[in-house]
């Protein structure tokens, strides 16, 4: 795997272990660089006792990544079996497009994680792009069989 290093003052996303969170990303920066661990302050989420300080964490440098470059395309719409991140409760959450979109703007997402299946707006969906050997990679279709 290609090391990549980032500095004070870095936008990146910080993937969550945490049960409840797994395969969740929140946008972050980064505070300091301790070699093998980051110094990193999110951008939307707060310390649990005091709702106007920036929560700040140490996190393995294996759990931080870039922000992954934005993919638009005009009138963009998903299809059953895509993989793609939707952004709900301060994160980007991993999913899979199960139903087309059906004239009201918004796609059921299929969640492997969770095992729940949810409507979002098509604009807080985003494709889904995986950190690869310090490349972006577009995920490929997931088989139409994983999706519920």
């Not at 946008?27 to 980051?38: D, F, L, P, S």
């Not at 139903?99 to 409507?119: M, R």
Request: overall charge negative; hydrophobic content about 35%; charged content about 25%.
């Amino acid at each position: 795997m290609a090391h990549f290093s980032f500095q004070r003052g870095d936008q990146v996303e910080v993937c969550s272990k945490l049960e409840g969170f797994l395969g969740s990303y929140y946008e972050a920066t980064i505070v300091a660089n301790m070699g093998t661990n980051y110094v990193i302050q999110y951008n939307h989420l707060v310390e649990e006792f005091n709702d106007s300080v920036p929560l700040k964490e140490t996190v393995k440098a294996a759990e931080v990544r870039p922000l992954p470059p934005e993919i638009r395309e005009a009138n963009a719409v998903f299809h059953v079996g895509d993989r793609i991140d939707a952004y709900d409760l301060d994160g980007w959450w991993v999913g899979t497009i199960s139903s087309e979109e059906n004239g009201s703007g918004h796609q059921s997402v299929f969640f492997e994680t969770t095992g729940q299946e949810l409507d979002y707006p098509v604009l807080k969906l985003r494709v889904h792009q995986d950190w690869r050997n310090g490349k972006w990679v577009l995920s490929k279709k997931t088989k139409r069989s994983a999706v519920r």
